[in-house]
């Protein structure tokens, strides 16, 4: 298993400002993925973040807006930019274990309100 | 692309009684994982139950068990004698191995457990 550490678990952040979100994993994994879930909807995939190189985002989301480090196997982070009212959401990190049907694992949230 | 549909958006169920979650996906592929996910009020997403493609024998999980349809497509979820705890939001889930395990998840149906 993958026990995962996300902080903060909720902000309220002001508009136009930017935050950022810590993920720590208690192990080393390749993979690691940030999530949007908006309120009542399922997950949707921001971006694949791999260790020595370029996060990789999904259609409708960019590095200026989300972008994302991951320096070693264990952490990575996920800034907010340039904070909207409608960036209010929760946001998940993830990691799966390279194996046949490995599992997802997941941080607790980090829940952002934008005022 | 992979895409999962959950049609339920909500169920209710008395307690000690059972209650099936839908579950349809469509993929070309012919080695995929499915799994079923709970994420109670805390935010956490927990695995509740795996499913390998390859496998015709459906999995079960103490209370938990599925029906793999795979020419149907379909992978619904059977929770018996249900319990207050169960009470969350359930996602169903798409894995297709080879591709960093990117998962894709259903739209949710949120499940209440009445007293």
């Known amino acids: 298993s993958a026990v995962i550490s996300q902080k903060p678990s909720r902000d309220i952040c002001q508009r136009g400002t930017s935050l950022t979100i810590q993920c720590q994993v208690d192990?080393?994994?390749?993979?690691m993925f940030w999530y949007r879930q908006q309120p009542g909807q399922s997950l949707t995939l921001i971006a694949t973040?791999?260790?020595?190189?370029?996060?990789?985002?999904e259609s409708g989301f960019v590095i200026d807006k989300f972008p994302i480090s991951r320096p070693n196997l264990t952490f990575s982070t996920l800034t907010v930019s340039n904070m909207s009212p409608e960036d209010s959401s929760i946001y998940l990190c993830?990691?799966?274990?390279?194996?046949?049907?490995?599992?997802?694992?997941f941080g607790q949230g980090t829940r952002l309100t934008v005022v | 692309a992979q895409t999962v549909t959950q049609s339920q958006p909500e169920m209710s169920v008395q307690e000690a009684e059972t209650v099936t979650l839908s579950c349809t996906y469509d993929?070309?592929?012919?080695?995929?994982?499915l799994f079923w996910y709970k994420q109670p009020p805390s935010r956490q997403m927990i695995l509740v139950i795996r499913?390998?493609?390859?496998?015709?024998q459906n999995a079960t999980e103490n209370r938990f068990s599925v029906n793999f349809q795979k020419a149907a497509k379909s992978f619904s979820l059977k929770i018996s004698d249900s319990q207050l705890g169960d009470t969350a939001m359930y996602f169903c889930?798409?894995?297709?191995?080879?591709?960093?395990?990117?998962?894709?998840f259903g739209t949710g149906t949120s499940l209440t457990v009445i007293p």
């Open positions: 973040a791999n260790q020595g190189s370029e996060a990789t985002y």
């Open positions: 993929t070309s592929e012919n080695n995929y994982y």
């Open positions: 993830s990691v799966t274990r390279l194996v046949q049907g490995g599992e997802a694992f």
């Open positions: 499913q390998e493609a390859y496998k015709q």
């Open positions: 192990s080393q994994v390749t993979m």
């Open positions: 889930a798409f894995m297709k191995p080879n591709t960093g395990n990117q998962f894709y």
